[in-house]
């Protein structure tokens, strides 16, 4: 199937047992080289089971890149990514939320088969779904708000309704790390207020978030910590860590625009990325 691109690509395993004791991601030096080029350099970085963290940074920075090494996709050219103490490609419980770019809208196929698709690496391969496999269907169309819509052609939602959808398919594959690729571009600001809200529900599930984004003020408000990349990390913390003169300005090439105030914060408009306005 050719809908999903990236997604189809994963490799079909049966899945590993988690080390409760390793931390849900762990990236210990990792380099990524294209044609003698770098894409990434020595990344490291830990996340928290639960937590949400948004990665920000230039066009071309690397973030599709680093995804692409989380879900195993991509092998690192140095380093070592582990999910549970386990390399990325031995686990089943790792999503991968593409772009609506990337996506064929006209590719006949409703609503509730799209989120099956997220059952298929637990199917395997030449098994029919069962009811328990429609009951996680159900219940991640539910829980979306999308189960009215379970017979709709995909190509006949709204921007927001179809990123709600492929949500609810990384709830269907039993996601704990999701991985979404600036699920928040061109939606209007209900639609994203509806993403946030299902959001703060898989916070509940202790599902781990990362989300690409170049809406600098939606990180600010909405994200326990930021990474701030350009091929290597800059900086990775709260925003008033993160959000600083020198750091942006390292990571931007002086394409933002930065004013302090008087009250130490710092407004910043990304004139390059189509960003937002972050306040403090």
């Known amino acids: 199937m050719e809908m999903v691109h990236h997604v189809s690509s994963l490799r079909s395993t049966t899945g ?4 409760i004791n390793q931390p849900i991601l762990e990236l210990k030096e990792v380099s990524v080289r294209f044609h003698n080029a770098p894409a990434l350099n ?3 970085f830990q996340l928290h089971k639960g937590e949400r963290v948004a990665v920000i940074g230039p066009n071309g920075a690397g ?3 680093l995804f692409n090494v989380i879900s195993g996709v991509l092998s690192p050219t140095l380093g070592n990514v582990n999910i549970y103490g386990h390399r990325p490609g031995e686990h089943i419980c790792i999503a991968y939320v593409p772009q609506r770019s990337h996506v064929d809208w006209k590719f ?3 609503v509730a088969d799209v989120v099956m698709m997220g059952r298929a690496r637990k ?3 030449f098994r029919w779904p069962r009811r328990q496999d429609w009951d996680y269907v159900n219940d991640s169309l539910e829980l979306v708000g999308m189960a009215h819509l379970a017979k709709r052609q995909i190509g006949e939602l709204s921007g927001g309704q179809q990123q709600r959808v492929f949500i609810a398919r990384a709830l269907a594959q039993e996601a704990e790390l999701m991985l979404m690729d600036e699920p928040l571009t061109g939606l209007d600001v209900k639609s994203q207020e509806e993403i946030f809200s299902i959001l703060e529900k898989l916070r509940q599930r202790a599902v ?3 989300v690409a984004t170049h809406d600098l003020n939606l990180a600010a408000e909405r994200f326990d910590r930021l990474m701030l990349l350009n091929g290597h990390i800059l900086g990775f913390g709260k925003a008033k860590e993160v959000f600083t003169a020198d750091l942006l300005n390292q990571a931007y090439s002086g394409q933002l625009r930065l004013i302090e105030t008087a009250n ?3 407004v910043l408009s990304d004139t390059c990325c189509g960003g937002g306005e972050p306040h403090g």
């Open 264 to 266: 130490g914060t710092m």
């Open 42 to 44: 020595d990344v490291s």
């Open 63 to 65: 973030k599709s890149t």
């Open 123 to 125: 199917l395997g391969l």
């Open 208 to 210: 781990t978030i990362m």
């Open 16 to 19: 590993v047992g988690h080390d």
């Open 108 to 110: 006949p196929v409703n």
